[in-house]
């Protein structure tokens, strides 16, 4: 019997995003299990959760009595224990460029936009709203000048980021392009891109993964 899966995240969170985007390739069931990074400060801070994550973030996926953190790590661990479909490709070049971009988001573009890094802005150095999200834009696009030409020199590039089938890049790619449109992002200078948001996005995996399907997101 397959052990429970639960997925601590956050409806609006991109590295959650990330995740279930792969559970939802892989096919799994999950419980999702809410944390509020918003409301009263955020569930994060409250005490206790740092048993749950040391660092006080999400996402966290616990399978059984084990809790996997950092999304990335979640999503290798996924394709590891459930290997069909595989969110990697099989030659050792491509997968490292398939780590390459999908680190290029997870690690250069989203650090320094996440919801920690705005409010210490806010609150140590009284960064106002409009130069925080002039912030936030400018380093998607620093990002995605770079995602776009390694994509464009990339010969195994398909209908997906590497080849035709969605996998690891492509699971960090479309949560950070929400965030894109969400500060208002000029898309057109990313063309590769947006062609594989398109492919992406007419995917069930990858649209039940939308912040506005999720229990947790706010009613319309």
């Known amino acids: 019997m397959t052990e429970q899966l639960k997925l601590y995240g956050y409806w609006r969170s991109s590295a959650a995003y990330r995740v279930r985007i792969a559970l939802n390739l892989k096919g799994l069931d999950y419980e999702d299990v809410p944390v509020d990074l918003i409301r009263d400060g955020g569930d994060q801070l409250r005490p206790g959760y740092e048993t749950t994550h040391p660092q006080r973030l999400i996402p966290v996926l616990q399978h059984g009595h084990r809790m996997i953190r950092q999304s990335l ?19 050792p ?57 390694m994509l464009v020199d990339d010969l195994a590039r398909g209908t997906f980021c590497e080849g035709d089938t969605p996998g690891l890049a492509d699971c960090c790619l479309i949560p950070q392009i929400y965030n894109a449109r969400r500060f208002k992002v000029d898309m057109t200078p990313y063309p590769t891109i947006r062609a594989i948001e398109a492919e992406c996005m007419a995917l069930p995996a990858f649209d039940a993964a939308r912040p506005e399907n999720q229990p947790d997101a706010p009613s319309s």
């Open 73 to 91: 790590a979640i999503i290798e661990y996924i394709d590891e224990i459930w290997s069909s479909p595989p969110l990697l490709p099989i030659e």
């Open 93 to 149: 070049r491509d997968r490292a460029h398939t780590r390459a971009l999908a680190l290029l988001v997870a690690c250069d573009i989203h650090p320094l936009n996440n919801l920690r890094v705005m409010r210490y802005l806010e609150r140590e150095f009284d960064v106002q709203q409009p130069a925080r999200d002039a912030w936030m834009r400018h380093w998607i696009e620093d990002g995605f000048r770079a995602f776009e030409a």
